[in-house]
């Protein structure tokens, strides 16, 4: 099967190992992996910013981009549930564009949810010497319905124990533009994730969106914590890089 | 207490440092989430009874006018009066009349969030009238001089010595030393003090929690039993509430009834449900010899055929702030409106006014809890977002962030000039960071407000995967 890889405007500029570790775990997954050069961003942050004739004018360039393909794989469960449940409603009055809409969402997938379910590929030889708890984001729980997939996938990384993360399903408090918006609550939320995260003993926390991971991240170095933070598509394809904000 | 989006940020800032609040919030949890989550799973088929509450509620308020006619019809042929307002200010003018005319001084009240909505009690005050709030949050607040910070629990912010300060602040003939530190102490002065109240009231006002347009009865669920007094024992019985609480029948409140006290405070029931049908009738020893039903629109059908409509299928359950993580961190305070919360952020731009109120529907991460917990599904990050775009239509949002969105769209819309930024900017950032991360930038000051980034690879992954 054809897949078009979109790799993220964040995991482009900050994190090209995601990129690449998809990349990597597409291809062993027996995927025919086509990266389209002309991909930029989703449009997420103008569609939430409410400026939709932006996002409608970047949707429309994604969907001629990946169109063509079989699947389209997002290492990113808000840039997915943005392509899947979004691009339709953001174009439902683009007679031409809203049916492309339709037919695109379908077929896009976040990568773990993708990795389980469309290529049933679970088994990467990975491995990964910590405990670690694993954030789920709130839009691949609750735009996706994505909980199990990661979990599955995790459990074959040789090494890794994962723990139980207390109140799983709050929010880290990023949320795109909110992070800067409202800082000091955008705190209070990430010191919560950050204080459950080393309740577990954990010295990784390991998720699937490049955002909250950065917005954690950021905070964890702020306050001076020794936690780790990595991309699940790192750990599954024994991503040699150091882990996010440690340099390179 | 109309708020704009720069107080709301001040606001938030003050709140999430406060120690005290802190902890009267961390309550939320074991008070709210656990109860409605043992109360949901309890329940054979939840799932499907928010499904019958969504479509019986969808129905009623797409059905308004006649539901509301029946309503009035079946009022007034038990003997009550029906009186309809269009804004906050012809509510509480056909209130405080109704009052004038039986020369009421001293009215007991029952929770009512419409009542905030509309400002009565300040109303009521500046006509010589008394209010009294009968139920025990909003007793407390009343003497706090402060609005509620919950739909259904007012006092929600404060905790059990916040309290005692405050009655020992107010009772001032009751013994100094006397000891407050328990709950129940707490509760049966509040008792004590409101028993003299109820005996002294010439009116009553509550609202409600449904109507019922077949039978003509006002429905309302407390725990403390205060809606029964406040509407059996004075003379008078004003029930204020919207329009769009109306629901065909029995039957469907009963359905609406069990969704809504398992979402609010995870019981199967409350203590108390009133069924008000209408004045006494001879053969009955007590009840109000007036009965008067209060409609307020108040802007709710303006948002008939809008994107927000589906806001007005609303039962004020609470559930949406309960596991709003940006609630829990602030409070209901901070957001400076009588709806906080999810529900407010769907509410308030119409209510108050887009310009005023569009911190509200910003005021989230998307997160999604909130459309998850509803027990009417009601898609609230979809409205928020709906309120989004009417800010951004109406060029509200600041010109720096409108400037930025419209030159990174530019940019993203033209991927080889992309490209040339994304690579710029990533060099330049990777040169900017010292030990793995950026400590602070221009133009940034949101972000580095209290994080640093993580540096990045210093190439894109397309530049990358070009030379690989
Ligand atoms: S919006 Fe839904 S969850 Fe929130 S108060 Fe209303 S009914 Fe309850």
Redesign the interface.
Known sequence: MRVGLF?T?L???????V??STLQLLERAGCEVV?P?????C?Q????????T?CQ??AR?VIDTFLEFDYVVVPSGSCAGMIRNHYP?ALKDDHTYHSRALSLAKKTYELTQFLVEIAHATEFSAKYKASACYHDS??C???LSVREAPRQLLAKVEGLELKPLKDS???C????L?????????????DDKISDAKDTDSSLVIGPDLGCL??L???A??RGETLKFRHIAEVLANCP??S????? | MTQNPRAFREASKQAVHDPRLKQALGRIKGHFQLARRFASSDFPDFEALRDQGAAIREHSITHLQPLLAEFEKSVTSRGGKVHWARDAAEARQVVIEILKRSGARRVTKGKSMVSEEIGLNDALQAHGIEPIETDLGEYIIQLRHEPPSHIIAPAFHLNKEDVAETFRGAHRNLDPSRDLSERSALVSEARTMLRAAFEGADAGITGANFLTAREGAALIVTNEGNGDLTRLLPRTHIVVTGIEKVVPDLNAASVLLRLLTRSATGQPITSYVSVMSGPHSPELSDGPREFHVVLVDNGRTRLLGTPAQEALRCIRCAACLNHCPIYGAVGGHAYGATYPGPIGAALNPNLLGISQAHHHPNASTFCGRCAEVCPVKIPLPTIMRYWRAREYAAGLPPLSNRAGLGLWAFAAKRPQLYRLITKLASRILKRLSRDGRIHALPLAGGWFAIRDLPEPEGKTFMEQLKSS
Not at chain 1, 45 to 52: I, M, Y
Not at chain 1, 178 to 190: N, Q, W
Not at chain 1, 244 to 248: F, R, V
């Open positions: 790799v405007c995991v482009d500029m900050m994190r090209p190992s990129g690449f990266v050069p002309t991909q930029t961003c449009g942050p103008a569609w939430n910013s409410g400026a939709d932006h004018d970047l360039k409603e709130c839009s729980l609750r735009e399903d709050v929010c408090g990023f949320g795109g909110f992070s800067v918006k409202y800082p000091e609550i955008s705190e209070r939320m990430a950065l917005h991240a950021g905070r170095a702020r890089h150091p996010i904000g440690e340099g390179t």
